[in-house]
Structure formats: C-alpha cells, structure tokens
C-alpha cells in the first residue's frame, strides 16, 4: 500500500539556520509529490511540487526539495530559516492514475519551531 | 481568483446529532476532494467529486457520512448521528482535472466538535 513517513515529529532550529525536512514514500510507480504547510488555524499551503524533469524543485518562500528516486525520498530544504517559518510541514503523495491523479496520500507532518 | 471557501468554520455539536459542511470549490475546477484531519495526524483522504460524479469513497467513509455535489459546483458533506470520535478538522480541496501538473488547492477547514 502507499505510504509516506516523515520520521520527524518536532524539529527546533535556530532562526538563521538551516533546515532540512525528511520525507519517504512507499509507491510502485512514478510518484507525483508534494510538501505543504499548514499554520495555526490555516489551510494547506502548498510550498511546492515534484511530477517530472528536474529533481531539484524550487518553490515559495525559499523552499526547495529534491526527488531521489533510489532513496524513496523528496526531502524539503531551506538554507537560512525565518521565524516566520514555524508550521506544521507535511509530505503527501498523489496517486498518479497514468497520468491522471488521484487523491493525496500525506505523511503525519513534521512541527517546526524555531528560535530566535 | 478566490480561492476554496468552507463554511462553518467551526461547529459545535452533541453526540447524535446531523451536521452539515459546504465547499465551494475554486470555480471552473471540476475536481473537489474532501479529507479528515484529526489532531497530531497528516489529513486523510474521504472523497472525491469529477464534476457531479462522486469517483471514489474511502474505507474511513462510514454510512452515516453522504456527500453530494449536485451542480457539478459547490459540495456538501453530512455527517448523521455524529460521534465523539468524528471530532476533526474536515477539510476540502479542489483541483483542475486534465491540466498538467494538477495541483490541490485547499480550503481553511472546518473544524467539528462532537461534545
């Protein structure tokens, strides 16, 4: 069955610092992934996308993330963290129908905190 | 471009009773999901809508849970009888079927309180 992990339930960095954010996912096909954000009492914010091509995607907010195909992993990076940034971030997966996708399968998220 | 809109954003309700949730999607988007979020948990996937064909249903869908989405437009989640356990942020996103690179755009939620 599909799946994906975020091993990490709480992560704390310093304001400044980087940040890299773990994702695996457990699926037979070519995936289509994400990560979104999600702040107190907000919606999903989607950061960024990966369906094809280039395995370094860049999104908004300074976010990037990297497919690697033989790790199973799209880690989520950010050289230089703002305060601002603390959410609840969160993997997820889209079934892909030959092309066509499906619903998303998310990972449990990851808290990030930071500290001035 | 406004973007997906849930209405409640909050309900409060006693074990047993009928609620009811609408979405409205961003318009012109003929896919509308609907997924549960309980405390701690990543969302988890109930349904979803192509135009006014309801497509696919998970297994966490019980049948005291009915959605419909009668024009193809907005969409309504009922929940019969609640209980406890479906206290849950329910959270609604839609997206443009065929289009390449097809994204999910979620609305704020609603959040439910089973008392």
């Known amino acids: 069955a599909q799946s994906v992990t975020q091993p990490d339930i709480h992560i704390t960095v310093s304001e400044g610092a980087s940040l890299e954010l773990r994702c695996n996912y457990s699926y037979g096909a070519t995936p289509y992934l994400f990560w979104y954000v999600q702040s107190p009492g907000q919606g999903l914010q989607l950061l960024l996308k990966?369906?094809?091509?280039?395995?370094l995607v860049q999104g908004i907010k300074g976010f990037e993330a990297e497919f690697k195909r033989s790790q199973s992993s799209f880690n989520l990076r950010k050289p230089s963290v703002h305060w601002s940034d603390a959410a609840e971030y969160f993997c997820a997966v889209a079934l892909n129908y030959g092309g066509s996708q499906g619903n998303l399968i998310f990972g449990k998220g990851t808290k990030l905190s930071v500290k001035p | 471009d406004t973007g997906v809109s849930q209405d409640p954003r909050h309900k409060i309700t006693k074990r047993g009773q009928n609620v009811t949730f609408r979405c409205d999607p961003i318009s012109e988007h003929n896919r509308l999901y609907w997924y549960r979020q309980t405390l701690g948990q990543g969302p988890e996937f109930l349904t979803y809508f192509q135009n006014e064909a309801q497509l696919e249903k998970s297994r966490l869908l019980s049948d005291r849970f009915s959605a419909e989405r009668p024009k193809g437009s907005f969409s309504t989640l009922e929940i019969q009888r609640t209980e406890q356990g479906d206290s849950a942020m329910y959270l609604c996103a839609s997206s443009p079927f065929g289009v390449a690179g097809e994204t999910q755009y979620f609305g704020p939620g609603t959040r439910l309180l089973v008392l």
């Open positions: 990966y369906f094809s091509g280039d395995t």
